[in-house]
């Protein structure tokens, strides 16, 4: 039995950004002082003004490293320009930035098209670390990069912060000398409709082929692709063309969304961009378009490997974790005002490369558990088109999804029945902390 996704939003719409489901609702503090804690493992909501710096605040042991990241979301109808975006910084107590880049930072860049943007900054720990060292109190500042008008509003914003914990042994500090850095060849055939989420918290699984979705003009899908260590991710993004944005092959129809006329041009008109399990970002492509079908590529990337986080090169060190890597797909609003609101159709090739290999050995578990590594229960996830939340829209969802469904459709009453069910949820919690135990070895607090 489907379980509807609830994604879709009003007809030629959008669906909104869904924030996390039970996400605390925190307020940033206009000064370091008064910050409110966040904790390893969990998403907050807040907002972010148009200018001044918010502050949070981090309470870290000495033996982990702390990413915290910031999505900015912004009202479809908010004007944007090149240099809008936000940045996120940890500091020590000094006001000391402990990320080797100061401040992480995003931006909306040529596309000018309001979505949803993400920077994430970190307190990282190791030999090379020279700054930000020890347990203590720790700030996560986040502000507007530019204000591109007076009259511009305030944003919404998602707070994730993750743990990493140390190694159990020492590892190689210098990243891999070589790797295969040729064009991939990516999957072809028949296309897969998978209909993406509106945010990482509803991002879709996907694995290995060839997918379809509708995109509209200002929408932005997100979509989640396992990737383990020793793994190369490549991923490729087509755009069709205009006239066939409604019912057109492998389309799931357009009914109520639109319809597609005119000619024009848009320059980056659409924007990939992918993000590492911490949602940091690893690189973003974009294309323009002119009403013909039109295709952009990711830079070939590295294996994943612990050691990839000493390189130079921000691409390379950001394929640093095994986990799940999220891509997002966003087409400008622009395309509306030259090609009419009709929705487009989007192909995306996926191909993960190379078998696993053995990971790092970690002295404790990462919050939030799943980060870090790669399950066969997320393998399933992928091939079933999971979301974070355990749902897969049209798809079927995770093991719990598919309990409530028959708990819905029986309209179960037995006592007994129900305490059949509870059982299967016990051993379903216990499987999870089995994969999580076997893959990190015994928990930490945080």
């Not at 409709?193 to 509803?202: D, H, L, V, Y």
């Not at 003009?217 to 997100?222: A, S």
């Not at 129809?253 to 006329?261: D, E, I, K, Q, V």
């Not at 609003?333 to 696993?356: H, I, M, N, W, Y």
Request: proline share 7%.
């Amino acid at each position: 039995m489907a379980v509807l996704s609830g994604e879709a939003g009003a007809a030629g719409a959008p669906a909104p950004y869904a924030f996390a489901e039970g996400a605390e609702t925190v307020d940033g503090a206009p000064s370091n002082v008064e910050g409110h804690r966040l904790s390893a493992g969990k998403t907050y909501k807040s907002s972010l003004p148009r200018v001044g710096q918010r502050f949070y605040r981090l309470e870290l042991r000495a033996e982990e490293s702390a990413y915290v990241s910031g999505t900015a979301v912004p009202k479809p109808e908010s004007k944007v320009s090149y240099a809008d975006g936000l940045e996120v910084s940890v500091q020590d107590a000094d006001g000391n930035n402990c990320s080797p880049l100061e401040a992480e930072k995003a931006r909306f860049g040529s596309s000018e098209s309001p979505r949803p943007i993400t920077a994430t900054a970190a307190r990282r720990v190791g030999p090379d670390e020279k700054s930000c060292t020890g347990a203590g109190t720790y700030y996560v500042v986040v502000e507007r990069t530019r204000a591109s008008s007076p009259a511009l509003e305030d944003w919404d914003l998602e707070l994730h912060v993750a743990s990493e914990p140390a190694l159990r042994a020492e590892s190689p500090t210098v990243p891999p000398e070589s790797w295969n850095s040729a064009a991939p060849v990516l999957p072809s055939g028949e296309r897969k409709q998978r209909e993406g989420g509106s945010s990482f918290n509803k991002a879709r699984g996907l694995e290995n082929g060839v997918w379809g979705a509708d995109i509209v003009p200002g929408e932005t899908l997100f979509y989640r692709v396992p990737v383990d260590w020793g793994q190369q991710l490549s991923v490729a993004a087509e755009l069709g063309s205009s006239g066939g944005g409604v019912g057109g092959a492998g389309g799931s129809g357009g009914a109520g969304r639109g319809t597609a006329r005119g000619t024009g041009y848009v320059s980056s008109a659409l924007v990939m961009s992918l993000a590492n399990p911490v949602r940091a970002q690893v690189d973003d492509v974009d294309s323009a378009y002119d009403g013909k079908q039109k295709s952009t590529l990711l830079e070939p990337l590295p294996p994943v490997a612990y050691e990839n986080r000493f390189a130079l090169t921000d691409e390379i060190a950001a394929m640093r974790f095994a986990g799940w890597y999220y891509l997002s797909v966003h087409l400008s609003r622009d395309v509306a005002e030259k090609f009419g609101d009709a929705q487009l159709e989007l192909t995306l090739r996926v191909d993960v490369d190379g078998s696993p290999r053995q990971g790092p050995s970690y002295a404790g578990t990462p919050e939030p558990a799943e980060n870090f590594g790669v399950t066969e229960r997320d393998t399933e996830a992928a091939k079933r088109g999971d979301t974070a939340a355990g749902g897969g829209g049209a798809s079927s969802g995770g093991d719990d999804d598919e309990l409530m469904v028959v708990v819905a459709a029986g309209g179960i009453g037995s006592g007994v029945v129900l305490l059949g069910i509870l059982g299967l949820w016990t051993l379903i919690a216990r499987r999870r902390a089995g994969d999580a135990a076997a893959q990190f070895g015994p928990p930490r607090g945080w």
